[in-house]
């Protein structure tokens, strides 16, 4: 595919946007980075530089006999993990690394891509699952795997709602942690023969930035080092705010015994 | 023996149910849960001869290369089958309980906790990276 002077910003503009989504969706750095070069290569460019770390890409192409360009992406990840997209990028970056579409097409298959998310029957039948079989893996009774769902469903109907507001995610898992704290001390107070730390732990799993962390541990140790500082303090800071949520429940809780 | 099925049970579930919240497709389900099942084998198989560190590694290094196999299987990336693979492993009994210590003012004891936290989460970084490095010895620049 020979790409004209005139479609190397609308082609700069599709890889971007893939780039974004992937690294919102929860694709790591090295991938990210290695898609779009291998994308970039395809399209016949002789140089292709990108760079990412968590909030920013910038991505130079420079085709033969011709001036390089750059451009960069600011990107604002709420990073709210989806295989979905992940996998209909990958489709889309094999298809086009084996044929180049034309780059107005890139950009709409990409965008259209960004119009689809996970589906959120699945994210709730997730949840369910999720939360009751850890309560269970942890130790916990089926009466406390019960209960977990229970809370677990209001996590994800919780995070959904606030994900559509402005709320930041310190603040938002501040208020959760602290609601489902609270709910989950008193429905054990009534019921005394539900375990509290089963059912928190069950539903801690579903907030838990575990594979944040992870991730950010895995970027440190495979040499992207600015991601992987970047995602470990933003994890760290979510999990502080998770577990001041807690704490300030059970503070509470337990000057009302 | 009883109690070690409920486990394996339970983290198949619970790896089936996070793939699910992840949005996977429905014909990866399985394997992905299957994932979460094998790599809570290796670890219950290591935990009581290497310790826990040494176990978590290891099942976190097999959650990659079971990933890497099945990624070629289907020709996805790996990462799909990764995440929900190594979910058993993440320590959120460890993070609860270091939690609820330090309300209760025993600090001595929510630094046990915290430490052993921290710890589980670099294993699995660690073994991820292990069998990660691997992988890219065979793949040429």
């Known amino acids: ?257 | 023996m009883r109690e070690i099925l409920i486990q394996l049970a339970a983290a198949f579930f619970g790896s089936l149910g996070f793939a699910a919240l992840f949005g996977m497709r429905r014909r990866y389900l399985l394997p992905a849960a299957l994932g979460g099942l094998l790599a809570w084998g290796v670890y219950l198989l290591l935990a009581e001869r290497t310790g826990v560190f040494a176990a978590c590694l290891a099942s976190a290094a097999f959650g990659v290369l079971y990933a890497e196999v099945l990624a070629r299987l289907y020709k996805t990336p790996a990462t799909l089958f990764l995440i929900p693979a190594v979910i058993p492993l993440v320590p959120g009994g460890a993070l609860y309980y270091s939690m609820d210590s330090a309300v209760r003012g025993d600090l001595a004891m929510a630094r046990v906790y915290g430490s052993q936290t921290l710890n589980t989460a670099l294993a699995i970084a660690a073994g991820m990276s292990f069998a990660l490095a691997i992988r890219e010895l065979r793949t040429k620049r």
């Open chain 1, 1 to 257: 595919m020979a790409i004209t002077r005139e479609q190397e910003p609308v082609l700069l503009d599709g890889l971007l946007d893939m780039a974004a989504l992937l690294l919102d969706a929860g694709a790591e750095i090295s991938r990210v980075e290695d898609t779009i070069s291998r994308l970039g290569r395809a399209y016949g460019a002789q140089r292709v530089e990108v760079f990412v770390i968590t909030s920013i890409i910038s991505l130079t192409m420079e085709f033969p006999g011709r001036e390089a360009i750059t451009e960069t992406r600011r990107v604002r990840s709420d990073s709210s993990t989806d295989f979905y997209r992940v996998e209909k990028l990958n489709a889309l970056s094999r298809r086009c690394c084996a044929a180049p579409l034309p780059p107005e097409e890139l950009r709409d298959q990409v965008a259209a891509v960004a119009a689809g998310r996970k589906p959120f029957r699945s994210v709730l039948i997730g949840s369910i699952l999720g939360s009751g079989a850890f309560t269970i893996f942890f130790g916990g009774t089926v009466w406390d795997a019960l209960a977990a769902i229970v809370f677990g469903v209001l996590i994800c109907l919780l995070q959904r709602y606030l994900g559509r507001t402005r709320i930041n995610t310190v603040a938002s898992n501040l208020l959760i942690s602290m609601l489902i704290g609270l709910g989950v001390g008193g429905l054990t107070m009534l019921l005394p023969m539900l375990h509290m730390d089963m059912i928190l732990i069950g539903d801690i799993m579903l907030l838990i930035p575990g594979m944040a962390m992870t991730n950010a541990v895995r970027n440190l140790l495979v040499g992207d080092t600015i991601s992987g500082v970047v995602r470990l303090a933003e994890s760290l800071v979510w999990a502080g705010a998770l577990a001041g949520g807690f704490m300030a429940a059970m503070l509470l809780l337990d000057t009302l015994r």
